[in-house]
């Protein structure tokens, strides 16, 4: 019997491969680092397994509104 991979199944296995990843960098470069590489990279679905770096910082600092 074949067993049929869904596309559930591949998407559980994409999160938890994201999930290992950011546990990885946070291993090697830290919080702060792995955030930073994170943006740098554009791993929106990396970062979101990373304590505190929610959606609100995924796009990184907001810029100063320029003054009158």
Do not use: Y
């Amino acid at each position: 019997m074949q067993h049929v991979i869904s596309d559930q199944d591949n998407m559980a296995n994409f999160r938890s491969q994201q999930a290992r990843l950011a546990k990885m960098l946070i291993d090697s470069l830290g919080l702060e680092g792995a955030i930073s590489a994170c943006r740098a990279n554009g791993w929106d679905g990396v970062l979101e397994f990373l304590p505190g770096a929610g959606r609100d910082r995924t796009h990184g600092p907001t810029r100063p509104s320029a003054r009158p």
